[in-house]
C-alpha cells in the first residue's frame, strides 16, 4: 500500500534550504530566505518545538532569529551551538532556551523578527500537522564569523562537527577544505581538496575527513594528506568514469555492532539526458573503505541525504519533489512519496533516536523532515514493521508439515 501524503509540519515565510534536529530537546531548526536581492524576502533561522498533540507530531514556532541579507545555506549542529553557512562565511550561534516569564494579559514581543509569534492555530486541513503556542524562549548569541570561501562566486557549501565538537571543517564553491579548531574558531588546515565544488563532507573516526567534489572525486583525508580515492563503479565496468558524479556522503552507525561503521555516498549522472538513468547508492566499509554494495535508487536526481541515529535508515530528497528512505542493510526502499514537495528538496533529517525522540515517534519506526524551496517542512513517518514471534513462526511450520504429510497420505493410501 502506498503511504499517505506527507504532513505538512511547517510552512516558512521563505524558501528553506537546511533543517537539524536537536539530539536531547524536542526542538527543529530550520533555515533560509531570499538572500541579498531586495525582493523582500527575510532571511532567517526558525526554531520549531516538536511535540504530540492528538496523537500527532505537531511544531510550534518558538523563535525567529533575522540573519539580515545572508541565507542559510547549510547548518551544523553541536548541541545549542549551530555552524550555519551564509554565503561566504560560517556564523557560530548558541541559543538557549528559558522557560517563559508568567504575566498576565502579556502579548509577546516581536521586535526585528527575534521573537517568534504568539498565536495559537487550529488543526491543519486534511490530517497536516497542528501548530500550538509555544511555552519556552529562545535567546541567540552570535559567538563568531569566519570567511570560509574565496571563489568569485563564493559560497559555503557544507560544513560538519567532528565526534566531541573540538574540530569544525567546512567546504566551498573553491574546492578547498578548511579545519577550524572549536569554540575558538581558529584555523588550523586549509588545501585544495578538490577542482570545483565541494558538495559534501562527512567526518569519521580518527578525524579522517571524507569530500564528495563536482569533479568525479569522493577522497579520503588524513588532514592534509589522501588516504585514497573512492571508486563506486569499480566493479561495475559497464558504467564510465565520467559519467556520474559524487553528490553525497554520510557515516553511519550499524545497528547492534557498536564497534563497525559504514560510509554511504550518492552517485547521481553528470549530464542530464531525455531519458535519465538511474542514481545509485554505495555502502563502504567504514574503515577500509571498500565497496560493500551499490544499488540503484530510482531515476530522480538526488539532492540530499540523512543518516538515523542507529544506522538503519537512509532518507533520500530528489530534484523533483520526491522524498525517499532506504533500510541501510540492504539499500532497498521501504518509503516513497513523488513529488512531496513542489521542486527540490534542499535537506531531510530522521528524528533522533533518543528517549525524549522516541516519545515523538510515537510508536512509528521512524520519522524524517524535508525542507524544500517551497518554504515547506513536511513529515514522514515510517510505521513499525509487523513481525511474527518466533514461537508463532514455529508453530506455523509445524502446522504446514503435518498438513503436507497428511494431503500426501489422502492422494497416496499407504504412504506412511
Known amino acids: 500500500m502506498a503511504p499517505r501524503r506527507p504532513a505538512e509540519l511547517y510552512r516558512a515565510p521563505f524558501p528553506l534550504y537546511t533543517v537539524r534536529l536537536h539530539p536531547r530537546r524536542p526542538l527543529a531548526i530550520t533555515a533560509g530566505g531570499g538572500g541579498a536581492a531586495k525582493t523582500g524576502i527575510r532571511n532567517g533561522v526558525h526554531f520549531l518545538q516538536l511535540e504530540q498533540i492528538g496523537g500527532q507530531l505537531s511544531a510550534s514556532l518558538l523563535h525567529s532569529?533575522?540573519?539580515?541579507?545572508?541565507?542559510?545555506?547549510?547548518?551544523?549542529?553541536?548541541?545549542?551551538?549551530?555552524?550555519?553557512?551564509?554565503?561566504?562565511?560560517?556564523?557560530?550561534?548558541?541559543?538557549?532556551?528559558?522557560?517563559?516569564?508568567?504575566?498576565?494579559?502579556?502579548?509577546?514581543?516581536?521586535?526585528?523578527?527575534?521573537?517568534?509569534?504568539?498565536?495559537?492555530?487550529?488543526?491543519?486541513?486534511?490530517?497536516?500537522?497542528?501548530?500550538?503556542?509555544?511555552?519556552?524562549?529562545?535567546?541567540?548569541?552570535s559567538l563568531h564569523s569566519v570567511r570560509t570561501d574565496f571563489s568569485p562566486d563564493a559560497l559555503q557549501k557544507a560544513v560538519r562537527f567532528n565526534a566531541d565538537c573540538s574540530l569544525l571543517v567546512t567546504g566551498g564553491a573553491d574546492g578547498f577544505l578548511r579545519l577550524w579548531e572549536?569554540?575558538?574558531?581558529?584555523?588550523?588546515?586549509?588545501?585544495?581538496?578538490?577542482?570545483?565544488?565541494?558538495?559534501?563532507?562527512?567526518?569519521?573516526?580518527?578525524?579522517?575527513?571524507?569530500?564528495?567534489?563536482?569533479?568525479?572525486?569522493?577522497?579520503?583525508?588524513?588532514?592534509?594528506?589522501?588516504?585514497?580515492?573512492?571508486?563506486?563503479?569499480?566493479?561495475?565496468?559497464?558504467?564510465?568514469?565520467?559519467?556520474?558524479?559524487?553528490?553525497?556522503?554520510?557515516?553511519?552507525?550499524?545497528?547492534?555492532?557498536?564497534?563497525?561503521?559504514?560510509?554511504?555516498?550518492?552517485?547521481?549522472?553528470?549530464?542530464?539526458?531525455?531519458?535519465?538513468?538511474?542514481?545509485?547508492?554505495?555502502?563502504?566499509?567504514?574503515?577500509?573503505?571498500?565497496?560493500l554494495l551499490t544499488r540503484p535508487c530510482g531515476n530522480e536526481v538526488i539532492s540530499c541525504l540523512s543518516i538515523s541515529d542507529s544506522g538503519t535508515f537512509l532518507g533520500l530528497g530528489t530534484v523533483t519533489g520526491s522524498v525517499a528512505i532506504h533500510i541501510a542493510f540492504s539499500l532497498q526502499r521501504l518509503y516513497y512519496v513523488k513529488e512531496a514537495h513542489g521542486i527540490v528538496v534542499t535537506d531531510v533529517a530522521f528524528v533522533p533516536e533518543s528517549q525524549g525522540g522516541r516519545e515523538l515517534l510515537a510508536g512509528n519506526e521512524a520519522a524524517l523532515l524535508s525542507v524544500a524551496v517551497d518554504s515547506r517542512c513536511k513529515l514522514h513517518l515510517l510505521p513499525s514493521r509487523r513481525s511474527l514471534p518466533v514461537w508463532l513462526l514455529l508453530l506455523l511450520c509445524a502446522g504446514l508439515i503435518v498438513a503436507t504429510i497428511l494431503l500426501l497420505q489422502l492422494a497416496f493410501p499407504g504412504f506412511l
Open 65 to 141: 532569529h533575522d540573519t539580515e541579507t545572508r541565507a542559510t545555506m547549510t547548518m551544523a549542529l553541536a548541541d545549542d551551538i549551530i555552524a550555519a553557512g551564509q554565503d561566504a562565511s560560517c556564523h557560530i550561534l548558541r541559543f538557549s532556551l528559558q522557560a517563559p516569564e508568567a504575566k498576565s494579559g502579556s502579548a509577546g514581543r516581536n521586535g526585528s523578527g527575534e521573537k517568534g509569534p504568539r498565536k495559537r492555530k487550529g488543526p491543519s486541513p486534511a490530517g497536516q500537522g497542528d501548530t500550538q503556542s509555544q511555552t519556552s524562549e529562545v535567546t541567540v548569541e
Open 182 to 291: 572549536f569554540p575558538s574558531m581558529k584555523k588550523t588546515l586549509e588545501f585544495k581538496a578538490h577542482d570545483g565544488e565541494i558538495e559534501d563532507i562527512a567526518l569519521g573516526p580518527d578525524n579522517k575527513v571524507v569530500t564528495a567534489g563536482r569533479d568525479f572525486q569522493c577522497c579520503v583525508w588524513q588532514q592534509d594528506q589522501l588516504v585514497t580515492g573512492l571508486r563506486w563503479n569499480e566493479n561495475l565496468p559497464g558504467i564510465p568514469d565520467k559519467a556520474y558524479r559524487y553528490q553525497a556522503c554520510r557515516f553511519g552507525a550499524v545497528e547492534d555492532n557498536a564497534g563497525a561503521l559504514r560510509l554511504y555516498t550518492v552517485q547521481v549522472p553528470h549530464k542530464r539526458e531525455r531519458r535519465p538513468p538511474p542514481c545509485y547508492l554505495t555502502k563502504w566499509d567504514g574503515k577500509s573503505f571498500l565497496p
